[in-house]
């Protein structure tokens, strides 16, 4: 161990340790001991306090407990004389540097410091909760923590690869290109991105802002704050991740740092100037298991046993081998990438705009934008069929009517996108599953807004994709790039036809209406009972290790984005990963939906932990969830039924809870009777906790649920024989607690109220 090193974060942590005692007691003086304290729109309190500590803290007064701790695990600084393995004593000081700051941040937001400003920065996008990046003061606030949103948001793609891993850039780069030049290597990696810190005054937030790189959750590029102490964002993230998908509990510290170090696989890049709080924060990332990569020359640490990879990594910009500084930076990536053992899925694209998953969700602004496709002013759709192997011309992409070149700067115009396909191992059942994937192709390349399926899509491209040379065709490019990487194994042949001409488009529409129409009606026509498979999703395993989705045709995944067809094309075209047939075997309970063949397979997954799963309750051995549910359905037993929380929502609820603290209930591998976590869509399956009595015991429900899949519901009140159910329904606009709930349940003559008792 570099005694220099240790030095300089001991001495770091020293200094932020008495910077936040200092903070801390002007704050009690000032505010008040019973001043409340958290970050907003996080369940988790204080988050790596809470993960390393147990302490929950919600007020100034409880700081000074977790303080005490953080000296606690202050050392002396080395001296010349004193040579020992310093390992430990950093790593402690990494601990007091990381709860220091939290502290200096909690403080922060109490005097409205945080987020923190930066003249002309706008937040690009981003969830419900994210901070306004176009304050009318011109100074746009920067993101401070994540919420939980957004955390549960990114799930999804944490677990099944598509987001590898997140890095940490702490500092200024060389010079605003190899900025970029580094953002970008990482974008097309799909890492996510957190930037913080300064090297003298200068951040990499700066560069980019200059550059005009967009910022926020769209772009998998999150600022947190101008100085090194916002570096406790991504530390708490990581925290979160492991309390979240991993189901542990605040106090778990051990447990924390070792899920971190096994199933997140992040590091930290320092571009500049190293200071003693650097290298304490730097401290800090290892106890994670997040090894630091400098473009700076320093000692490197390269133990065994705390970390599965180097610890401190020195590989000066200026001296990496390369013909200029923009090569040079993408080797530093490599770097960074290979250090952590980060698992990248690559898949060229040969489109002029950069692509990845890290622009999916991307929204170009009208303002911003070329031409639209869709939407207000126009009709978009797509459609993919199977036809005869003869009938493809592998690799032939049209563009059948006239381009947008041609016509003026924000016009909309109609367009289809036909996509062909063929395959010894395609089968028609298929068609579904690859059509819902042109949205995530699309969607990959920077400067294209994609939103929507079927006939109600809508795309945008950007005047910076336009000015940078992308053409209708390259729709096609996209889509045959990503069909033959992804769906190699069942599709042979691919072709794609971009359609602008009204006649053929009229005809197509029609057609690819009449295929919906079908597909709607055949996968409504599956039932549980008339078939003896269902199968398994172990994608989120891969964070939640004691979760495991059952999915059959009448519930899909809790993520909502794996339904029975899905997994059953998954398996075709990867038979050893995570959508496993299994049998149902005996009814033990066919009105519960409890089968011998699904616990054999429970408690074999789960590890033993869970020993019995009802597919068609809530009340009795409800199915697990990992933390990317798009809504929690919970008990409110004073109303005798259920409310539905949409993860958007981010009001109270009747439960005296948001939707945040409920995930820790539902979340993380748990099964908890009362309280699940279900994709959407489930809600209008007749096996909705048919068990407990459907669809009529949703007493409370989120208003977005409400407005987004109005129509859906309104066919499930018709189903359930009452027409005006969904206006008898509560949302956040009627009532936010349960004295509230009743009334309106009363007044509305909801039938919850004179069913049989859920317990």
């Known amino acids: ?88 004593e950093t790593l402690d000081s990494g601990m007091a540097t990381l709860l220091s700051a939290e502290i200096i941040e909690a403080v922060r937001f109490i005097y409205g410091e945080e987020p923190g400003t930066k003249p002309g920065f706008h937040m690009a996008g981003g969830s419900f909760t994210s901070p306004d990046g176009s304050a009318a003061n011109g100074n746009g606030r920067l993101n401070g923590p994540i919420d939980d949103v957004q955390l549960r948001a990114w799930g999804i793609q944490l677990v099944d690869g598509r987001m590898p891993g997140f890095a940490a850039i702490v500092g200024c780069a060389k010079s605003n290109e190899v900025a970029v030049k580094i953002v970008r290597e990482l974008q097309k990696r799909n890492i996510l991105i957190f930037l913080c810190g300064n090297v003298n005054g200068r951040s990499v937030i700066d560069q980019l802002m200059e550059e005009g790189v967009e910022m926020g959750y769209d772009t998998y590029i999150v600022p947190f704050g101008n100085d090194t102490l916002s570096a406790i964002y991504p530390m708490g993230f990581a925290t979160r991740s492991a309390l979240t998908f991993g189901g542990l509990k605040g106090g778990q510290a051990k447990d924390i740092l070792q899920y971190n170090r096994q199933r997140v696989f992040a590091f930290v890049l320092a571009l500049g100037e190293v200071d003693d709080l650097k290298y304490a924060a730097a401290a800090g990332a290892i106890n994670y298991g997040f090894p630091v990569i400098a473009d700076t020359r320093i000692p490197q640490i390269l133990p065994t046993g705390v970390t599965t990879y180097e610890h401190v990594i020195s590989m000066p910009f200026n001296e990496i081998e390369g013909k200029d500084d923009l090569e040079r930076a993408e080797k530093l990536v490599q770097k960074c990438v290979e250090t952590r053992g980060v698992k990248i899925k690559l898949t060229e694209v040969p489109i002029p705009v950069p692509y990845g998953s890290a622009f999916e969700g991307e929204v170009v602004r009208k303002k911003d934008m070329r031409v639209e496709f869709g939407g207000k002013y126009s009709r978009a759709f797509e459609y993919l069929r199977m036809i005869d192997m003869d009938q493809v011309e592998d690799g032939k992409i049209e563009v059948i009517g006239p381009s947008f070149e041609d016509l003026p700067e924000g016009s909309s115009i109609d367009m289809g996108i036909l996509v062909e396909v063929a395959g010894r191992k395609m089968q028609e059942d298929f068609e579904p599953v690859l059509e819902r994937q042109i949205h995530y192709f699309v969607n990959g390349a920077s400067g294209i807004q994609h939103i929507g399926q079927r006939d109600i899509t809508w795309i945008r491209i950007s005047n910076a994709a336009a000015d940078k040379g992308f053409a209708l065709k390259h729709f ?134 869970v020993q019995e799963v009802a597919m068609y309750s809530i009340m009795n051995s409800p199915m697990t969830a990992c933390g990317c549910f798009e809504c929690i359905v919970m008990l409110i037993p004073e109303a005798n039924g259920v409310m539905v929380v949409s993860r958007e929502d981010t009001s109270m609820t009747p439960a005296g809870m948001t939707f945040s603290t409920l995930a820790g209930m539902a979340g993380g591998g748990l099964q908890t009777p009362g309280v699940m976590g279900v994709g959407k869509y489930y809600l209008t399956s007749p096996k909705f906790i048919s068990a407990d009595g459907g669809f009529k015991r949703i007493v409370w429900m989120s208003s977005v649920l409400k407005q987004t899949m109005a129509a859906e519901f309104q066919a499930v009140s018709e189903r359930e024989g009452d027409p005006d159910l969904i206006a008898k329904i509560a949302d956040e606009t009627i009532c936010t607690d349960v004295d509230g709930l009743l009334a309106h349940l009363e007044s509305t003559g909801h039938p919850a109220l004179m069913m049989d008792p859920m317990f």
């Open 1 to 88: 161990m570099s005694r220099y090193i240790a030095t300089r974060a001991i001495r770091g942590a020293n200094l932020i340790v008495r910077e936040a005692e200092e903070l801390l007691n002007k704050a009690m003086q000032e505010k008040g001991a019973d001043t409340p304290v958290g970050f907003p729109n996080t369940a988790y309190y204080l988050p790596t306090i809470l993960g390393m500590t147990g302490r929950e803290v919600t007020k100034l007064g409880d700081l000074p407990p977790v303080l005490e701790h953080a000296k606690d695990l202050l050392h002396p600084v080395p001296t010349a004389q004193c040579w020992t393995p310093y390992l430990g």
């Open 476 to 609: 096609g490019d996209i889509l045959y790039a990503r069909f033959m990487a992804d769906f190699g194994a069942i599709v042979d042949k691919v072709q794609v036809k971009i359609i602008t001409d009204p006649a053929l488009h009229a005809e197509w529409l029609q057609k690819a209406r009449h295929a919906y129409d079908y597909r709607n009606n055949r996968l409504a026509d599956m039932t549980d009972e008339a078939v003896e498979e269902f199968y398994t999703c172990t994608l989120c395993q891969s964070f939640a290790p004691t979760h495991l989705c059952l999915v059959s045709p009448q519930r899909l995944g809790l993520c909502g984005a794996y339904n029975y067809l899905d997994c059953a094309a998954s398996f075709q075209i990867n038979p050893t990963g995570p959508n496993q047939p299994i049998r149902k075997g005996m009814a033990i309970d066919k009105t519960m939906g409890i089968y011998s063949g699904l616990n054999e397979i429970a408690v074999q997954k789960s590890n033993g932990t």
